[in-house]
């Protein structure tokens, strides 16, 4: 007898009920501490209950049957063969049907990861790179529409290709339609931001909080003659902080969250997630509300769309950064990727010190070897500029002055300090802070265009070795390595932003290039060119870290001390054996004992990059300038 199917329906809802009862606690735990003692609460609770059902029941099959793959995979985006790519769509490839046309370019370089750099329709003129969203559902009008969107997102699916989509939940550009109603009295929509009658609270908040873009932006108010109210605007006049206390707001967001994951998006990365929660007296960054708010957002994201996780933006310090990753009562719930932005700092600080020691101290004192269900995003450049996150207390333990050391990255990656292979320019001096941050392609800062522009051929080979030592860094350490668009072919800075009117006030668009395309096929017709060079060398490296057990970010990463201030090694440690990840950060060759390496697991004394054994018969292995191998 045939058995009948069941009714359209019954078997859908009872997954959704199945994995409501799972993630339930991680989701009303932090709800109803954060909101319980509201007095809308009631209809918070259902309201949120009927939103997560209705997105449920809008997502797309293809995507549940993703969703049912990622539950029973759920270490995916851990694994050795992930590889991410990150890119404006406009200075990629035009906009999103262009694309589509450009899928085969990455997928032979070896991604499987995109992320499409702001896409969401932003406010015209200035819009901090597209981070002053005006329609969260709506894409920028330059690179197509919502069917484009969906259309790109199935080319990159079908091909094995995850998309991750900024989502920006710390403020919204006045232009949106809440601040817009909120503007024009609507008592409701003022509840959605931080507005003041006169500047008495703004005050007081001001004593302890610190300035993101002092040159452009100074303080965190701004008054609006139209509406009479201070609001709160902690990055730019044009961008209004969210009142994260108000859950109408985190209601609006969760409804935005699932509708782009129903779109197709795999990846949600969560913007400015440091400054949710105000709180008086503090600098309002990292407030434990803030990470109740983020597991409640995974938790509802893991009811609904389970094949999505979370990459949260926080450039914070090591102690603060960890908890994103979920630490003490949000282990393993909140965010699944967070950006290494320590790992990238101190990339470029041993490089123009040619000193690891501070590197050594800094990965092996405030990082866990693994984290659970949950691992970083390794990078050298992003859109954005670098930051010199040293701490006295670090710098400090490894023999410095953090002031000076701070100001001596700066005048190096600048080109202003003497002996700098670097090309570079400031961004946002701050007098007061001395803080100096840098922008700059990776190429430039690691001294191709001085080395090209001089004709220098030693030199140039000296930077792609600093470029491709970067990236094998990036890729062996514990996690996901994300390759910034056009790094892959060494371009170079774009001072072209200086004559363009919306960006010649923001240095970050010296490293926003647009992409090359003549550049690629100039370097497929001349192998011997740098980006040639450089784009063989990224694409071996990613094909060796897919072949290599031992990088699942479930092993752990063990920082190694060489007694070589030049050299920074670690152990990735798996049941399978050992591989010794090491990396000479000077122009000089160096020495390390055979017999040290074999002590730290190493077995076969066989270099996985360059597929050839090391040592010799002195008993040691030499490594050359800028040199990476992974030894198993």
Request: glycine share 8%; hydrophobic share 40%.
């Amino acid at each position: 007898m045939t058995k009948a199917a069941p009714a359209p329906g019954i078997a859908d809802d009872t997954l959704f009920d199945l994995r409501y009862a799972r993630s339930h606690d991680d989701l009303w735990g932090m709800l109803t501490r954060l909101y319980g003692a509201h007095p809308g609460f009631a209809g918070f609770r259902k309201a949120l209950d009927k939103a997560l059902r209705d997105a449920w029941h809008q997502r797309p099959d293809d995507l549940k049957r993703l969703d049912m793959i990622r539950d029973l995979e759920p270490d995916w985006f851990m694994r050795p063969g992930m590889a991410g790519y990150c890119f404006y769509i406009d200075r990629f490839a035009g906009d999103l049907k262009g694309v589509v046309g450009r899928l085969d370019y990455l997928a032979d370089l070896g991604i499987n990861y995109v992320h499409f750099m702001p896409c969401l329709k932003p406010r015209k003129g200035d819009n901090d790179g597209g981070y002053s969203v005006m329609d969260y559902r709506a894409i920028n009008p330059l690179y197509g529409d919502m069917a484009d969107f969906e259309a790109a997102t199935a080319a990159c699916r079908a091909r094995g290709i995850s998309v991750c989509v900024d989502l920006v939940i710390n403020h919204t550009a006045k232009e949106h339609r809440w601040a817009k109603a909120a503007r024009k009295g609507d008592a409701k929509y003022q509840d959605y931001y931080l507005m003041f009658p006169d500047d008495t609270l703004p005050s007081q908040y001001e004593k302890t909080l610190t300035e993101v873009f002092p040159d452009n932006a100074p303080g965190n108010f701004t008054w609006y003659d139209d509406c009479q109210r201070w609001v709160w605007t902690t990055f730019n006049e044009h961008q209004w902080d969210l009142n994260w206390a108000n859950p109408q707001v985190f209601l609006e967001i969760v409804g935005i969250m699932l509708n782009l994951a129903n779109k197709g998006v795999e990846v949600m990365r969560l913007d400015a997630v440091a400054f949710l929660w105000k709180r008086m007296g503090t600098r309002c960054q990292s407030e434990p509300e803030a990470h109740m708010i983020l597991q409640a957002l995974r938790a509802a994201c893991r009811i609904v769309a389970p094949a999505v996780i979370h990459l949260e933006e926080a450039i914070v310090s090591p102690e603060e950064m960890l908890p994103y990753l979920g630490r003490g009562e949000h282990d393993g719930k909140e965010g699944n990727l967070a950006y290494h932005n320590s790992l990238m700092v101190q990339f470029w600080s041993a490089l123009a010190a040619r000193d690891t020691q501070l590197m050594t101290h800094v990965m092996a004192t405030h990082f866990p070897g693994t984290l659970t269900n949950a691992t970083f995003a390794n990078y050298l450049r992003c859109h954005d500029d670098i930051g010199w996150a040293v701490t006295d207390e670090d710098a400090a333990a490894a023999g410095l002055t953090g002031r000076l050391h701070r100001a001596f990255l700066s005048d190096f990656y600048e080109g202003v300090f003497p002996g700098s292979f670097a090309k570079g320019e400031l961004f946002q001096y701050n007098p007061d802070t001395g803080d100096k941050r840098i922008s700059g392609t990776c190429a430039s800062l690691a001294g191709l265009e001085r080395a090209e522009a001089a004709g220098d051929a030693e030199a140039v080979d000296r930077a792609i070795d600093r470029i491709l030592m970067g990236h094998a860094l990036i890729a062996s350490h514990g996690g996901m390595p994300l390759i910034y668009m056009g790094d892959e072919v060494a371009l170079l800075n774009d001072y072209g932003y200086h004559d363009y009117g919306p960006h010649a006030h923001d240095s970050r668009w010296l490293h926003r290039p647009i992409m090359d395309w003549d550049r690629i096929e100039a370097m497929r017709a001349d192998p011997a060119s740098p980006a040639a060079r450089v784009h063989a060398g990224l694409r071996a490296i990613l094909a060796a870290r897919a072949a290599t057990p031992q990088f699942h970010a479930n092993n752990a990463t063990e920082i190694l001390r060489t007694g070589n201030r030049v050299l920074f090694a670690f152990a990735r440690r798996a049941p399978t054996g050992a591989v010794v990840c090491i990396f000479n950060f000077s122009d000089t060759w160096q020495a390390i004992p055979t017999s040290w390496v074999a002590q730290q697991g190493a077995s076969r004394m066989h270099d996985i990059l360059s597929g050839a054994p090391v040592g010799d018969a002195n008993g040691a292995i030499m490594l050359p300038p800028y040199a990476r191998v992974w030894i198993s």
